[in-house]
Structures are given as structure tokens and as C-alpha cells.
């Protein structure tokens, strides 16, 4: 696997970590011992968390878009 392989998996790993947290406390009781603030201020990091990994495989793959198109203009 290439490097830019194990990246996007590790970035859709992240990705679907961050939606099965907030899922998970959104649709159960684990978190009942917490505070109000405390359960969305967790949520809050879990949804920048996968904002995040989603805008850097958005960057990954517009890269490599772009070394396509520049390696089509030289031939």
C-alpha cells in the first residue's frame, strides 16, 4: 500500500471514530454521571475531529488532482 493509501484509511478511521462517538452518546446513557457542558463539549471535539479528517482528505485528494493535471500538461 502506498502512503497515500494508509493516510485516507487512517483519515476515514478517524472519521468514523468521531461519527460513532457522538451516535453512541447521543443514543445512550454511558455518559449520565457527566455534566450538561461537559457531554457537548465532548461531542463539540468529536465533531471538529472528524471536520477536520474529512478537510484533509478533501486536501489529500485535491493534490493529487492537481499533480494529474500538471503531469497531463507536460505530455
Given at each position: 500500500?502506498?502512503?497515500?493509501?494508509?493516510?485516507?484509511?487512517?483519515?476515514l478511521?478517524v472519521?468514523?471514530?468521531?461519527?460513532?462517538g457522538?451516535?453512541?452518546?447521543?443514543?445512550?446513557?454511558?455518559?449520565?454521571?457527566?455534566?450538561?457542558?461537559?457531554?457537548?463539549?465532548?461531542?463539540?471535539?468529536?465533531?471538529?475531529?472528524?471536520?477536520?479528517?474529512?478537510?484533509?482528505m478533501?486536501?489529500?485528494?485535491?493534490?493529487?488532482?492537481?499533480?494529474?493535471?500538471?503531469?497531463?500538461?507536460?505530455?
Open positions: 500500500m502506498t502512503n497515500k493509501t494508509k493516510l485516507m484509511i487512517g483519515l478511521a472519521l468514523v471514530f468521531s461519527v460513532g457522538i451516535l453512541l452518546i447521543n443514543n445512550s446513557d454511558i455518559l449520565n454521571s457527566w455534566e450538561a457542558n461537559s457531554i457537548s463539549l465532548l461531542k463539540q471535539y468529536l465533531k471538529v475531529i472528524g471536520f477536520l479528517s474529512i478537510m484533509a478533501v486536501y489529500v485528494r485535491m493534490r493529487n488532482a492537481k499533480k494529474e493535471v500538471i503531469e497531463e500538461q507536460e505530455d
